[in-house]
């Protein structure tokens, strides 16, 4: 168990680029979550996934954006067309959702994302 | 939709004091509440997770209370000590995470 790993850490881009993210959850983790978090905020819902199922896109997620997690393992997320308001700390979770309630989610270390 | 609140958005202690964190909650359906600490840049680490059949959950100097009717969390620290200086979360799950602002602690040495 190595922990849910995110890469890049920091990405740095021109308005209008596209960028891609990665998120490996812990192994066997069968959920995944995104969430953005700007300064001084708490972090904010963008989608999640059952396996390999995306089940819920929140209103914050635009068609600029884009998530997938082929084969339900690892998962992606795109920005396409990046805007300077998209600037943020993007975060994957993941948990292991069999328990009775216990469902304790492990975060990682985050995508900081600055667009110029 | 679920809206979290914690009071007080920043809090300056000595070391040695006890800390009191409090969130609150809009919906009381709720599966589990999760206290999180984060360090400036970086990632959340999960401190506590209280299920929704609990009244409180500790670890170590950590303890947390739910009233899950009241819609209320308290997060108490005790003896702080400088290494506790951190943004902490409250975090309630109803499937999926909705998170409060944060308490931003500072304990002075």
């Known amino acids: 168990d190595t922990g849910v790993s995110q890469d890049p850490r920091h990405k740095i881009t021109k308005r209008g680029q596209n960028v891609t993210f990665r998120c490996d959850p812990i192994s066997e983790h069968n959920r995944l979550y995104w969430y953005r978090q700007t300064l001084g905020q708490g972090p904010e819902f963008l989608t999640y996934f059952q396996n390999e199922a995306q089940l819920e896109k929140s209103r914050l997620l635009s068609d600029r954006f884009s998530a997938e997690r082929p084969k339900g393992s690892f998962s992606t997320l795109e920005i396409q067309r990046t805007e300077q308001g998209d600037s943020a700390m993007y975060l994957c979770?993941?948990?292991?959702?069999?328990?009775?309630?216990?469902?304790?989610?492990?975060f990682g270390s985050g995508t900081q994302l600055s667009v110029l | 939709k679920q809206e979290v609140t914690q009071i007080p958005a920043a809090l300056s202690v000595p070391e040695g004091e006890n800390l009191v964190l409090n969130c609150s909650f809009t919906?009381?359906?709720?599966?589990?509440l999760q206290w999180f600490r984060q360090d400036p840049g970086k990632g959340l680490t999960s401190l506590l997770l209280i299920q929704s059949s609990q009244r409180e959950q500790t670890s170590g100097r950590l303890n947390a209370s739910l009233d899950k009717s009241s819609g209320r969390s308290t997060l108490y620290i005790a003896a702080s000590q400088p290494g506790d200086s951190a943004t902490y979360l409250c975090a309630v799950n109803d499937y999926k995470l909705s998170f409060g602002a944060g308490t931003t602690v500072t304990v002075r040495a």
């Open positions: 979770a993941s948990t292991d959702t069999g328990g009775q309630g216990d469902e304790k989610l492990f």
């Open positions: 919906d009381s359906a709720i599966y589990n």
